[in-house]
């Protein structure tokens, strides 16, 4: 690996780790569901990021651009969901609280 | 690669993340991560993946933001009294907004170009296109199928509620 791929690595990377330590740090601390899901949000951001750098640097960027066009998709599908299910949590106990959820039987 | 432009774009995705999260209204939030996502198609787009980028603004940073935003505005509804107070708030905050854009517009013609921004040299687009449909075509499928599931979980779930009302 060259040098500036080197560089770029790091760069890239050091931004990666930050998003992805802050995504996660949203998804543990907050007990608002839609919050929850803009953390995971952040999350799948770093990885796009990530999976579009390393195709760069090996030098297989169709490839990596196939795979972020994909997570996109799977993105997209898995937020539709999950909204639709925290707007039913929500007409059922009239609040985002995750606390409430404590309660599920099963 | 003109490596300032992708460190200074590098720090603006980390500070759009950071205020994502630390945000205290849920529509900031959004707002933030409609930024967040905007930013991460320009580090595509640096990062010889226009498609994908395209797909990651528009998506990402149009699509989710608008699911957002209609999730919260079924479950906080503000009240007569809470709309006047806070366009009352706005007047307060953002009177010299058009002030400081103008004395910005001035400075900034100025100010010699500090940056030069080099655009990507040109990309084989062809190169996705033959993955995607060559040799990741499994992934096609993979993707329509994900998509009719969630439609379906929507439709069912949307369904359930009604039958609730």
Known sequence: MSSEALRLFA????????????????????????????????LTKAVTVLLVLA?????????????????IVIEVAVIVVAVGIVL??????????TEPLRNLKG | MNLDIDVMLVAAFVVAALVT?????????????????????????????????????????GLIPAIF???????????????????HEKTQLFWALPLVLICAGILLTQVPPLLTFAPPSTVQTADV????WNQRHMDLLGQVAILLGAAFSVVALVKE???EQ
């Open chain 2, 161 to 163: 509620a009604a039958h």
């Open chain 2, 129 to 132: 296109r033959h993955v995607l």
């Open chain 2, 21 to 61: 999260v630390v945000a205290a209204r849920l529509l900031r939030a959004v707002i933030g991560l409609a930024l967040t996502s905007a930013l991460v198609a320009l580090l595509l787009f640096r990062l010889h993946a226009p498609i994908a980028a395209v797909f990651e603004l528009s998506v990402c940073a």
């Open chain 1, 11 to 42: 760069v890239f990377g050091f931004g990666v780790v930050l998003v992805l330590a802050t995504g996660f740090y949203c998804v543990v601390t907050t007990r608002n569901m839609i919050r929850a899901l803009i953390g995971l949000e952040l």
């Open chain 1, 88 to 97: 039913n949590l929500y007409r059922h106990h009239q609040s985002l609280d």
């Open chain 2, 69 to 87: 935003l209609v999730a919260i505005g079924m479950t906080q509804r503000l009240t007569a009294e809470d709309v006047a107070v806070r366009r």
């Open chain 1, 55 to 71: 195709g760069y640097l090996s030098g297989r960027i169709g490839l990596a651009q196939a795979l972020a066009i994909t997570l």
